[in-house]
């Protein structure tokens, strides 16, 4: 299996644009993970989706992030109007979940510098 | 709410010494509990984690941990460390969330080996 794949590996953008960053899980896993790593903060995370649907987003820093999972096969994690201090790397990680915390398997990231 | 804590931020070993560095967490319930490792550039792969059974886990790459509840503890341990063992360091606890088990990491140790 190729893992999970991230794109793009690294993205620098103007504040105020729009940011697109993009998952492809395991095949087979039914969880999706995004974490944003930051030297002050930390692995945070973001968001989970379970079989596409979202589960919690209460780490969704503001109204600017939004994600999506359209189909098992892909997500994506929007940041409109991007800002300076959303510089950080973006983490998605994938796993099968049986009902009890499993191996999460992790990306390689996207590095993300907003100027 | 589940935390954990990593208290060393930088431990520095010499090649071919041993390797402890401390995780202690905080969770109401039976914890499940991982280690990460996150080379430069890359994202986290897992090393090693408990669920039940045997308070003393092997992994990968010559690790092991003991999980000991008394002390809230799940130190990770390498009886010789090599010059590629350095790396970011993460010990995660994984609490129920939304109908899963969601992990929450901690801060990370860095391991500097000197030659």
């Known amino acids: 299996d190729a893992g999970v794949i991230q794109s793009p590996r690294h993205e620098v953008t103007e504040m105020g644009q729009e940011v697109t960053l993009r998952c492809k899980p395991i095949s087979g896993h039914n969880s999706l993970f995004w974490y944003r790593q930051t030297m002050m903060r930390g692995l945070e995370l973001l968001i989970y989706?379970?079989?596409?649907?979202?589960?919690?987003d209460s780490g969704m820093p503001e109204d600017r992030f939004s994600a999506k999972m359209p189909n098992a096969s892909f997500s994506t994690l929007k940041i409109q109007p991007s800002e300076p201090r959303d510089s950080a790397v973006y983490f998605c990680?994938?796993?099968?979940?049986?009902?009890?915390?499993?191996?999460?398997?992790f990306g390689p990231g996207t590095r993300l510098t907003v100027l | 709410a589940q935390s954990v804590t990593q208290p060393d931020i930088h431990i520095t070993v010499s090649e071919g010494a041993s390797l402890e560095l401390r995780c202690n967490y905080s969770y109401g319930a039976t914890p499940y509990l991982f280690w990460y490792v996150q080379s430069p550039g890359q994202g986290l792969q897992l090393l090693l984690k408990y669920f039940s059974g045997d308070t003393l886990v092997q992994g990968i790459k010559g690790f092991e941990a003991e999980f000991k509840r008394s002390q809230s503890s799940f130190n990770l341990r390498k009886p010789s460390v090599h010059w590629s063992d350095a790396a970011e360091y993460f010990c995660?606890?994984?609490?129920?969330?939304?109908?899963?088990?969601?992990?929450?990491f901690g801060r990370g140790t860095s391991l500097i080996v000197h030659p």
């Open positions: 990680a994938s796993t099968l979940d049986r009902g009890r915390t499993d191996t999460q398997y």
């Open positions: 995660a606890v994984g609490a129920r969330s939304g109908g899963s088990y969601i992990p929450t």
């Open positions: 989706f379970n079989n596409n649907v979202p589960i919690d």
